[in-house]
């Protein structure tokens, strides 16, 4: 069963910043847009994401005292986008037009960001940095000028990730397999990227089966994968629909060889389908570079995070986002769109004094953004830098499920998908 937060605890986490109790604070508040999901298909990311979220302001909040970031706390509005674009979209709306935040966090899948930066933050000039949204069309509408140069992401492109998991499971053996994905952006793009890798070094999936999120029953969409009796199956997909399809695949006799994206990295999915069933199941994930940040959130985490572990998908990138945004506001000194802009890709420009996560770290940021000193934020999942479209590169985890739990299997270097790609045929 998937944990979601009280309305309670929602409404606590919304108004972070409002009922903290510091010695001295500032009167003034600035703050910013959530939009993710919290419940739905991808509710299990958006809440580990915010909880992210609530433990990033809040040290940069202790960090800045009396004096604040650019003179004010931090705070964000938190709003359910539902996992659904439509409800994502009216959400932003509201926090632009009538809120006015000059940034937004989220959304959480890419087929709630994409509307959210063409419908609302890149008309409007507001910043968008997403946790989670790994979609290559978010890339696109950058080179193409629809994001006007206002939608950042911490986490890699799928163009980069699908060759990852290609060359992982060609390397663990699964030659042969069919593929079950979420009829999405992000289900439709990782499989395409993912294909035109495997098929080019040698696999061979013998079927694909799309399927509708948050349907009650996944029998006719299993029954007809099974056709052709594949050896392993790829799933593509989120936590909530996952368990139930994989249950399903189980149950009709499926073989318990799996690959899985980054969203199956979850406790709550191995207990939900069954650890007995997941011996040799495999995944790939958004990687991470283990720095000071790294070992700061490691411990700081799960201890604040109301059931997370520091593994939990999304929580890592939504430090990260929240910690760039938090000291773009300090760098620009003051709470506008475009200064903020600017702001995040100086923190994270090399040749500034490095900073890490954590009270020391945040503290030392803004000692010297007081003095006018260039700083170079590198967070939990490493040293990032945004590319003129607003991505980041960076490794690949590959991991397993072993005695109920993600363990690390090793890394795919950037450099080596890329050269992977460069002797795929265009």
């Known amino acids: 069963m998937r944990h979601l937060l009280s309305t309670t605890a929602l409404a606590a986490i919304a108004t972070l910043g ?7 604070t500032p009167s003034c508040t600035h703050t910013v847009g959530m939009v993710v999901s919290l419940t739905g298909a991808a509710g299990r990311f958006g809440q580990a994401a915010s909880k992210s979220v609530e433990l990033a302001f809040s040290e940069l909040n202790k ?10 706390k931090l705070a964000f509005d938190l709003r359910d986008a539902q996992s659904q674009g439509s ?28 509307p959210i930066v063409t419908s609302v ?42 060759t990852a998991a290609a ?19 992000f289900g439709v793009n990782m499989l395409a990227e993912f294909r035109r890798a495997y098929e080019a070094l040698g696999g061979k999936i013998i079927d694909i089966t799309p399927y ?20 392993a199956l790829y799933f593509i997909g989120y936590p909530g629909d996952g368990t139930t399809i994989i249950r399903t695949w189980v149950q009709q006799g499926g073989p318990q060889r799996f690959l899985f994206n980054d969203g199956m990295n979850s406790a709550d999915f191995i207990k939900g389908v069954g650890a007995q069933y997941l011996k040799t199941a495999i995944g790939t994930s958004s990687g991470t570079t283990k720095t000071e940040s790294t070992a ?42 475009a200064s903020i802009r600017d702001g995040i890709r100086k923190v ?68 080596d998908v890329q050269a992977i790609q460069a002797k795929m045929v265009k």
């Open 18 to 24: 409002t009922s903290s109790s510091f010695a001295q």
């Open 63 to 72: 960090a800045a005292g009396a004096q604040g970031i650019a003179g004010c």
């Open 87 to 114: 409800v994502a979209v009216d959400q932003a709306r509201q926090l632009v037009d009538l809120k006015k935040v000059p940034a937004i966090i989220g959304g959480i899948i890419s087929s709630v960001s994409i």
């Open 121 to 162: 933050t890149g008309p409007a000039g507001v910043v968008q940095i997403s946790p989670a949204s790994s979609s290559p069309t978010l890339t696109k509408l950058a080179v193409e000028g629809k994001t006007n140069g206002w939608f950042f992401r911490t986490i890699t492109s799928d163009a980069l990730q699908g």
């Open 167 to 185: 060359k992982y499971a060609l390397d663990q053996g699964m030659k042969t397999l069919t593929v079950i994905h979420v009829n999405n952006d």
């Open 212 to 231: 509708n999120p948050e349907q009650s029953s996944y029998n006719a969409e299993v029954t007809k994968a099974l056709k052709g009796d594949p050896a």
């Open 296 to 337: 700061y959130f490691d411990k700081a985490y799960p201890a604040m995070s109301g059931g997370f572990d520091a593994g939990a998908p999304a929580a890592v990138q939504g430090f990260d986002a929240a910690a760039i945004l938090g000291l773009a506001v300090a760098q620009a000194g003051k709470f506008d769109a």
């Open 348 to 415: 994270t420009a090399s040749g500034g004094e490095v900073i890490h996560a954590g009270p020391q770290g945040f503290a030392r940021a803004l000692e010297l953004i007081k003095q006018k000193k260039p700083i170079r934020y590198v967070g939990v999942i490493g040293p990032v830098q945004f590319d003129k479209n607003g991505d980041i590169a960076g490794p690949f985890r590959t991991w397993k499920i072993a005695d109920g739990e993600v363990v690390t299997a090793g890394q795919i270097s950037t450099e």
